[in-house]
């Protein structure tokens, strides 16, 4: 008995520390999520990045979580992206391959890729995230350049 208990808190445990780190929420509809976001974009003068990826993706979540713990690139993504996470299941799932196709098919740079749209809900920019790594991680520098060089102002030369 003791060692199903022990069996039973230890999946315990890997689920919970599974739920903590999830950000992709797979209940939404990707299509409606990116058109949402477009629209708020138009309206608030920024364009739209999708995060393009999913919760079985260990770098997906370590981006998530650099970008939104670090005050300074989480200030500048908020004041000049409407910033969301599009889920994507497998290379085998229609939907999934549906929702690449409708970002020039930026599943093609794996895991994450991060796809900046214009207001108008068109691709202008496809960034291959591995770029952006270092080591185990994110390098700060080259993901704070890529922020400010993808900003509405930036594009615009202001």
């Known amino acids: 008995m003791k060692r199903y208990l022990l069996i039973i808190s230890v999946m315990m445990i890997f689920i919970t520390a599974y739920a903590q780190n999830k950000v992709y929420d797979e209940s939404i509809a990707p299509f409606e999520q990116i058109d949402n976001a477009v629209a708020k974009a138009q309206t608030e003068g920024k364009f739209v990045i999708c995060q ?85 991680g994110y390098n700060k520098k080259k993901v704070e350049d890529f922020f400010r060089q993808w900003t509405p102002a930036a594009v615009k030369g202001e």
Do not use: M
Not at 63 to 89: G, M, P, Q, R, W
């Open 52 to 136: 393009l990826g999913g919760n079985w993706c260990p770098w997906c979540i370590r981006f998530a979580k650099f970008i939104t713990e670090d005050e300074e690139i989480n200030k500048l993504v908020s004041n000049n992206f409407v910033y969301l996470h599009v889920n994507f299941k497998s290379r085998t799932d229609e939907l999934s391959l549906k929702v690449s196709r409708r970002l020039a098919n930026a599943g093609r740079f794996g895991f994450p890729v991060l796809v900046i749209l214009n207001p108008d809900g068109s691709v202008l920019h496809i960034q291959n995230s591995a770029y952006l790594e270092e080591g185990k």
